[in-house]
């Protein structure tokens, strides 16, 4: 998988750098080594990574032990003379975009502590986006907001769950990306729900789906999660959705400034469609070929110096002429009173 299809670290890390030099480490060991590589001290990585500076340190020596390397000075000249160069300094700035967005989510949380919100989320078992609703449970919760997931089992649908008690304050419908196997249900849920006062909301990760219920569901009934790049900006959207009397567009756009100043620093330092290992254009091969080519760049430049020396000269020799000295004549009488 190409890194400019990975959006957050955790899969960065789990498609490309499990492994520095054919040695195994941790994700919590590449995020130490992303943050040596772009100068952070141990108190700093301490900071960013919200961990105790000791915990840096152990992590720190573990690294430095596994990779041979008994300084950071030696650690960093590793890793500049491997091929995961471009791919770490890419995880750090979607490190501290992940960690902004986190921080923003707590910020939010502040912002209502003494409203407490719940909510279920529904999905179903046979869908790949259970690994996704669990990370975004994860960030509801960082937002303040109680919730639950709840896994149904296959062939359920959505007449099922609507006989079912509704106890939470909010429940969060995934919607299959199947869902038109049980279309008649689907609409008929649909038409029920529009004429209720229960809180429910949809979450749609297919953009077919999405245009195929936009008929029968109001748009602030659903959350678009198809867009992989805008997985942040749809939490947001979702927060609003479930605190509708709370405003942190603020805090959303302080965030806004930040991830798109990272993003287009992330695209800048990442090679353009292939990763450099892809490509087969790594430091070793680099140097390799600047050592092949260095007699060359020499000639061509003793070549070149001496062109522009022939040039300057031949421009100089008229103004010599033009202003050449007068000639002083010497004196060849020899005077008397000097015995030879």
């Known amino acids: 998988m190409q890194a400019s299809n990975l959006l957050f670290p955790q899969e960065i890390y789990s498609a ?5 030099n054919g040695i195994k480490l941790s994700k919590r060991e590449i995020d130490i080594i992303s943050c040596i590589l772009n100068g952070r001290s141990a108190k700093g990585i301490a900071y960013l990574l919200s961990i105790a500076p000791k915990t840096v340190e152990t992590h720190t020596y573990n690294v430095m032990k596994k990779l041979d390397c008994p300084s950071r000075e030696r650690l960093i000249s ?14 750090y700035l979607r490190l501290l975009s992940h960690l902004a967005f986190e921080q923003t989510l ?10 407490e919100k719940s909510c279920v989320i529904v999905c179903w078992k046979e869908e790949a986006t259970i690994a996704l609703l669990s990370q975004i449970k994860a960030h509801l919760e960082l937002a303040g907001v109680k919730a639950s997931l709840e896994v149904m089992e296959n062939g359920e649908s959505l007449l099922y769950l609507t006989s079912k008690k509704q106890l939470s304050y909010c429940t969060l419908y995934a919607l299959p ?6 279309r008649e249900n689907f609409t008929s849920f649909f038409k029920k729900i529009s004429s209720s006062s229960s809180n429910i909301l949809f979450l749609d990760f297919d953009k077919e789906t999405l245009s195929d219920i936009s008929p029968f569901v109001d748009e602030n009934r659903y959350v678009n999660f198809s867009e992989k790049e805008e997985y942040y900006f749809s939490v947001f959207t979702l927060l609003k959705r479930l605190f509708p009397q709370r405003n942190f567009d603020p805090l959303i756009e302080e965030f806004k400034k930040k991830h798109q100043f990272m993003s287009h620093s992330s695209e800048v330092s990442s090679p353009s469609h292939q990763s450099i290992s892809q490509k087969g254009l790594t430091f070793s091969h680099l140097t390799k070929s600047l050592k092949q080519g260095r007699w060359f760049l020499a000639a061509l430049l003793l070549v070149c110096g001496g062109v522009l020396m022939y040039q300057g000269l031949k421009e100089k020799a008229p103004l010599q002429n033009h202003f050449q000295l007068p000639e002083i004549p010497i004196e060849t009488e020899i005077r008397s009173d000097l015995n030879l």
Do not use: F, H
């Open 78 to 91: 590793l890793v500049e003379r491997s091929e995961k160069l471009l791919l770490l300094k890419r995880y």
């Open 16 to 20: 490309q750098l499990t492994a520095l």
């Open 177 to 182: 990306k199947k869902w038109a196997e049980e």
């Open 106 to 115: 707590k910020n939010i949380s502040e912002l209502g502590s003494n409203e």
